[in-house]
């Protein structure tokens, strides 16, 4: 299982679509937790277990592959990748770096 038992709670916010029309990763905290303008910087957040991508699929993959890199679990919106060779890039990234992947819809 993704979670193993334990129970997950939101603690950061990556606001990736206005990163990549602003390109100015600034957002102030608001108490409620750290908020990032660019999923290299969430990745690499080391009490982060799990990253939930939640974008346009034809922006899944610059998303989800800076998390799959250093071996953060991952949710994704259906579908993975905007084709068949994203989706197909992501998991064997996830395969090699051992971590669990889910695709889901909302709802």
Same mark, same amino acid.
């Given at each position: 299982?993704?979670?193993?038992?334990?129970?997950? $709670? @939101?603690?950061? !916010?990556?606001?990736?679509? #206005? /990163?990549?029309?602003?390109? $100015?990763?600034? /957002?102030?905290?608001t108490g409620e937790g750290a908020?990032?303008?660019?999923? #290299?910087?969430?990745? &690499?957040?080391?009490?982060?277990? !799990?990253?939930?991508?939640?974008?346009? #699929? @034809?922006?899944?993959?610059?998303?989800?592959?800076?998390?799959? =890199?250093?071996?953060?679990?991952v949710f994704v919106e259906w579908?993975?990748?905007a084709n068949l060779k994203e989706?197909?890039?992501?998991?064997?990234?996830?395969?090699? =770096?051992?971590?669990?992947?889910?695709?889901?819809? &909302?709802?």
């Amino acid at each position: 299982h993704l979670c193993n038992g334990r129970i997950y $709670t @939101h603690e950061r !916010l990556c606001n990736y679509l #206005s /990163y990549i029309i602003n390109s $100015t990763p600034k /957002y102030e905290n608001t108490g409620e937790g750290a908020h990032y303008g660019d999923t #290299s910087l969430i990745a &690499q957040d080391l009490d982060l277990d !799990l990253i939930a991508v939640s974008v346009g #699929s @034809h922006l899944h993959f610059k998303a989800v592959t800076p998390a799959l =890199k250093v071996g953060k679990n991952v949710f994704v919106e259906w579908p993975a990748g905007a084709n068949l060779k994203e989706t197909e890039a992501l998991a064997a990234l996830a395969k090699v =770096k051992g971590v669990r992947t889910l695709v889901g819809l &909302q709802g």
